[in-house]
């Protein structure tokens, strides 16, 4: 099955992690894939959502350099956001639409496999046998932290999880508790532990390889542990490259893998998932960009021109006579920038802020939002739309055909985007820098917004 082809390697896996600007996360992130490819017997690489490589990049670099088949991607999230898993999904779809000569497969999530119990189970039991102690069981209670989001399926699964383990330690009792965004929070979480009677609570966090999250946890059970000196507490590992870990990927890659053949045509074709305005379309494997696509990419990426996968350099800024940035002269040749240049050009995913950050500035967010309307409607000469809700601003597209294509295409290129119809929303805040969260934005628009208006309309128009 994982045998080199004429083109490359037959298969291989990308792992997709949340990301951290903390070495430490990033390096144990990055254990997990020389572990899995000596195990698969695979090329295995890992991208991130807000760090650098980005799914992108690392989709990119792939059908570059090692010219795959077949490439999984597969989220090392646990309690992920719906947000997150979408826009992931939606970067897996954008890959296939771009003419790679790949297959780009998106993995199911971790979840409740039997793995990731087993490895906590034991990264809990290694952290009891390091602190002996006489307590008993029936008096040590289990607290399962989880990061905390806003969006209840993310934090329900902190809960099922903390059942399943729960049920093999034969503690006394088990309470969940968040790190951020949701509650009950930590100190909550261990009021309800000692609310139980327990004498020692055991911490586990529900954590893959994010140290700094991890950290965060540790440091408030430590501030806790100062109002309850006569309460022992402690608090297990990260699960890392546990071998349970190890386990469940191998597992989910294996089920991703039988999934796409069985989706394959008996032609050998994948069916992209259809849209609906008709890019879904059989991309064949071994043959080169079809003439349609060709048709619609610039010169440079014609033919059998390899896409660079090198990193583009930042374009600085251009003020007029008024001190204002004149958006419309910052790019000389868009198509540098267009979807067939090289990698996303930013490394951590640009979300809309919470709206307590928009309450306490508010005259900076209307600043951010005068200057992002401005861009917008001087590079797209189309009418900016307000938002419902606050965080976004909205580009009002021709009609929902041209919404739906720069929807994917700005997806991949790690800024978060949603659509209403043909209204396309992207996120704002009121610490949004000039030279860099809104200059992305307007970049993002900019590249993708020409691609369409110069290169894909006009081929349809031309045929």
Not at 261 to 277: A, E, F, K
Request: glycine share 8%.
């Amino acid at each position: 099955m994982n045998q080199p082809t004429a083109s490359g390697v037959s298969d291989m896996l990308i792992l997709v992690g949340y990301g951290s600007h903390t070495p430490s996360t990033a390096d144990e992130f990055n254990d997990l894939a020389p572990a899995l490819a000596r195990q698969l017997n695979i090329p295995v690489s890992t991208a991130f959502l807000q760090g650098t490589p980005s799914v992108g990049e690392s989709l990119q670099k792939a059908a570059v350099s090692q010219c795959p088949q077949y490439s999984i991607v597969l989220p090392l999230f646990v309690s992920a956001t719906e947000a997150k898993t979408r826009n992931l999904q939606m970067i897996v779809d954008g890959a296939n639409e771009r003419g790679f000569e790949m297959v780009t497969y998106y993995g199911q999530a971790l979840g409740m496999h039997p793995g990731l119990i087993a490895a906590s189970y034991d990264r809990l039991a290694e952290c009891l046998s390091a602190q002996p102690s006489d307590i008993s069981d029936d008096e040590t209670a289990l607290l399962v932290v989880g990061r905390g989001s806003r969006d209840a399926m993310s934090n329900a699964e902190v809960y099922q999880f903390a059942r399943l383990l729960y049920e093999k330690t034969g503690m006394g009792a088990v309470e969940i508790a968040f790190c951020e965004r949701s509650e009950p929070s930590i100190e909550a979480g261990i009021r309800r532990c000692v609310q139980t009677g327990a004498r020692r609570i055991a911490v586990v966090p529900y954590v893959l390889y994010d140290h700094l999250l991890w950290n965060n946890i540790q440091a408030a059970i430590q501030q806790q542990q100062a109002h309850y000196p006569d309460l022992e507490m402690l608090i297990s590992a990260p699960l890392g490259t546990h071998p349970g870990v190890i386990q469940a990927v191998n597992q989910r890659y294996i089920e991703a893998r039988s999934a796409l053949i069985n989706q394959l045509s008996d032609s050998g074709h994948y069916i992209v998932r259809p849209h609906t305005h008709g890019a879904g379309r059989n991309h064949a494997h071994g043959n080169r960009v079809d003439a349609e696509l060709q048709a619609l990419l610039p010169p440079r990426y014609q033919v059998d021109t390899l896409v660079s996968a090198a990193p583009m350099g930042a374009t600085g800024l251009i003020f007029d006579e008024t001190g204002q940035v004149a958006w419309d002269q910052i790019w000389g040749d868009f198509c540098d920038l267009a979807l067939a240049g090289g990698p996303a050009h930013r490394g951590t995913l640009l979300e809309p802020v919470m709206p307590e950050t928009i309450q306490s500035d508010p005259e900076g967010y209307q600043q951010v939002l005068a200057e992002l309307q401005r861009g917008i409607e001087m590079i797209t000469h189309l009418p900016v739309a307000p938002a419902a809700s606050p965080g976004w601003i909205g580009l009002e597209c021709t009609d929902e055909v041209m919404a739906l294509w720069l929807l994917r295409a700005i997806v991949v290129e790690n800024i978060s985007v949603r659509r209403e119809g043909a209204v396309l929303y992207f996120p704002a805040g009121p610490d949004f820098r000039l030279e860099h969260e809104i200059k992305n934005v307007i970049t993002v628009i900019a590249k993708t917004h020409h691609y369409w208006t110069e290169h894909l309309t006009q081929a349809v128009n031309n045929r």
